[in-house]
């Protein structure tokens, strides 16, 4: 289904291990996410994935020429993501097709769900219809795993994540989000919640640390500051 925009989560673009790939990397990446949100390819299963029709997909050449870039980088990035030498890390999936290959964004469904969801609000609704229990649950394994990396990626339209972040040993309890606020407000208020738990759970988790770009107390100064800048919102907001 052709959208008009995809979700990129901002600090994790910026500071993320998407960082530490090349500048080339990156901009193919970013291309791919556009490709495959503005993709017409109807079949609602296959959403996130980039290709012509049913069976039907590109050539090497034929992506290299859509992105403007020469072959052997197109070639060097598609390796890059989808054979990365940390599994964790790969971003994309090569899907042998009949005629070429399809490109599949991995975890899409995951975090690009909102679009379909905001549907009827940018139909002229009043109201979004509440997440379906499968969505809560997605929502709620976002919040669980602290993931949100590239795939992880945001146009700032949030998601409508569960309102109750599951809380770990050694996080810190946050104040609750006012139900009374307009949902974009909510929305704004949990996307900020939900990335202060992927901090606080990258700082204790030491393997991924160690692929950050940036050190240990920049993310604990940053982890600080967000918690400082979401309870001075509670509190304006509470007034």
Same mark, same amino acid.
């Given at each position: 289904m052709r959208r008009t925009w995809v979700k990129v989560f901002c600090d994790q673009w910026l500071r993320g291990s998407i960082r530490k790939e090349t500048l080339e990397?990156?901009?193919?990446?970013?291309?791919? *996410?556009t490709m495959a949100?503005? %993709?017409?390819?109807?079949?609602?299963e296959k959403d996130g994935t980039i290709q012509l029709a049913d069976d039907v997909g590109f050539t090497d050449q034929a992506?290299?020429?859509? *992105?403007?870039?020469? /072959?052997k980088t197109w070639l060097f990035a598609k390796n890059r *993501?989808? %054979?990365?030498?940390?599994?964790?890390? %790969?971003?994309i999936e090569i899907v042998p097709l009949s005629q070429g290959f399809a490109v599949r964004i991995l975890n899409w469904k995951k975090y $690009?769900?909102?679009?379909?969801? $905001?549907?009827p609000y940018r139909e002229g609704k009043k109201e979004i219809p509440p997440a379906s229990p499968k969505e809560k649950e997605e929502d709620a394994d976002k919040e669980r795993e602290g993931e949100g990396e590239g795939e992880e990626f945001v146009t700032k339209v949030t998601s409508e994540v569960t309102e109750k972040v599951t809380k770990k040993?050694?996080?810190?309890?946050?104040?609750?989000?006012? +139900?009374? /606020?307009p949902f974009k407000i909510q929305d704004d208020l949990r996307?900020? +919640?939900?990335?202060?738990?992927?901090?606080?759970? /990258? /700082? $204790?988790?030491?393997? +991924?640390?160690?692929?950050q770009h940036f050190s240990k107390a920049f993310h604990e100064k940053d982890l600080e500051e967000k918690k400082k800048e979401f309870r001075e919102l509670i509190e304006d907001y509470r007034e």
């Open positions: 990397v990156r901009s193919v990446f970013m291309d791919l *996410l949100g503005d %993709n017409a390819f109807s079949d609602p992506i290299a020429s859509i *992105l403007n870039v020469p /072959l *993501l989808a %054979n990365h030498p940390v599994p964790e890390e %790969n971003r $690009q769900s909102d679009y379909l969801r $905001q549907r040993d050694g996080e810190e309890e946050l104040p609750p989000i006012p +139900k009374n /606020l996307e900020k +919640k939900h990335r202060i738990r992927e901090i606080e759970r /990258l /700082l $204790q988790d030491p393997r +991924k640390m160690e692929s």
